[in-house]
């Protein structure tokens, strides 16, 4: 059931999209360990990490804080639970557990030391209301460390591909229209300080590449976003076959001899005042 907090997750819980979902965290995982141990997450921290999905960020968190550390992860949907709960018992991690609840309505069980997210608030309807409640959670010196995602870059980067930039179109669109704000990442200046929190720091990084595996992560999107588009009533007739759209994608950027992005993540973060 949808929370009045939290939008439906307009990429949807299909197989396929878990998959796209570990796929993608692979590639971003150099990225957001970096961005965690600049915030200062580090060994014998405990960690709540919001909006955890199939577990990657609290996987990638459990070699931070190491096992004398703790990783709590929140997560509303019980597929995705299941899933992450199954891939951390098969890495034998014991430091990481999962809670099943809506991010407005999760109880703490005691302080942490850090609280963190990647590509959550810009699916919750009141991120200032999310970030007040968790700095009280968090210890005074701990850390708000949050990741998401700007839309503006990755549209103009992809401007000098048609069918690529026609992509990218929709899928702002179906995203907007979603209720999904796809400049988040952005607004994280401005969402801290609404929520009482410092002026946080923030960096904006982009994933670049042209190799096949890179290039199918934006046709692996269309195809997870592709019924909500339909119920949405956006035009599909820009993208021509949508059963070589995957190969059409990565010939135009092969063709064109050139890199491509993919959203940008901007990361924001800051201490609980002492």
Same mark, same amino acid.
């Given at each position: 059931?949808?929370?009045?907090?939290?939008?439906?997750?307009?990429?949807?819980?299909?197989?396929?999209?878990?998959?796209?979902?570990?796929?993608?965290?692979? /590639?971003?995982?150099?990225?957001?360990?970096?961005?965690?141990?600049?915030?200062?997450?580090?060994?014998?921290?405990?960690?709540?990490?919001?909006?955890?999905?199939?577990?990657?960020?609290?996987?990638?968190? &459990?070699?931070?804080?190491?096992?004398?550390?703790? =990783?709590?992860?929140?997560?509303?949907?019980?597929? &995705?639970?299941?899933?992450?709960?199954?891939?951390?018992?098969?890495?034998?991690?014991?430091?990481? /557990?999962?809670?099943?609840?809506?991010?407005?309505?999760?109880?703490?069980?005691?302080?942490?030391?850090?609280?963190?997210?990647?590509?959550?608030?810009?699916?919750?309807?009141?991120?200032?209301?999310?970030?007040?409640?968790?700095?009280?959670? =968090?210890?005074?010196?701990?850390?708000?460390?949050?990741?998401?995602?700007?839309?503006?870059?990755?549209?103009?980067?992809?401007?000098?591909?048609?069918? /690529?930039?026609?992509?990218?179109?929709?899928?702002?669109?179906?995203?907007?229209?979603?209720?999904?704000?796809?400049?988040?990442?952005?607004?994280?200046?401005?969402?801290?300080?609404?929520?009482?929190?410092?002026?946080?720091?923030?960096?904006?990084?982009?994933?670049?590449?042209?190799?096949?595996?890179?290039?199918?992560?934006? &046709?692996?999107?269309?195809?997870?976003?592709?019924?909500?588009?339909?119920?949405?009533?956006?035009?599909?007739?820009?993208?021509?076959?949508?059963?070589?759209?995957?190969?059409?994608?990565?010939?135009?950027?092969?063709?064109?001899?050139?890199?491509?992005?993919?959203?940008?993540?901007?990361?924001?973060?800051?201490?609980?005042?002492?």
């Amino acid at each position: 059931m949808k929370s009045e907090g939290q939008l439906e997750y307009h990429l949807g819980y299909s197989d396929a999209e878990y998959e796209r979902l570990i796929r993608q965290a692979t /590639r971003l995982a150099p990225v957001t360990e970096h961005f965690f141990q600049e915030a200062g997450i580090g060994p014998g921290q405990r960690v709540l990490d919001i909006g955890s999905g199939a577990g990657d960020v609290a996987m990638l968190l &459990s070699r931070l804080v190491g096992p004398s550390g703790e =990783v709590v992860g929140v997560e509303r949907e019980a597929r &995705s639970i299941e899933r992450a709960q199954m891939r951390v018992a098969q890495e034998g991690i014991r430091n990481v /557990r999962f809670v099943q609840a809506d991010i407005a309505q999760f109880k703490s069980d005691g302080p942490f030391n850090a609280a963190v997210g990647r590509y959550v608030l810009q699916f919750i309807q009141d991120p200032v209301l999310v970030l007040r409640s968790l700095s009280s959670i =968090v210890s005074p010196g701990g850390i708000i460390a949050f990741q998401e995602g700007s839309f503006a870059p990755y549209l103009t980067l992809s401007a000098h591909l048609p069918l /690529r930039s026609a992509c990218v179109s929709l899928q702002r669109e179906a995203a907007a229209r979603s209720g999904v704000n796809v400049e988040m990442g952005p607004a994280l200046h401005k969402v801290f300080q609404d929520a009482g929190l410092p002026v946080p720091k923030m960096r904006l990084v982009m994933e670049m590449g042209y190799e096949p595996e890179y290039t199918r992560w934006l &046709s692996d999107s269309i195809a997870s976003t592709l019924p909500r588009i339909e119920q949405l009533g956006l035009s599909l007739e820009a993208l021509g076959d949508l059963q070589t759209l995957q190969e059409r994608l990565h010939e135009e950027v092969a063709h064109s001899n050139t890199v491509v992005p993919w959203i940008a993540l901007v990361g924001a973060w800051c201490r609980i005042p002492k």
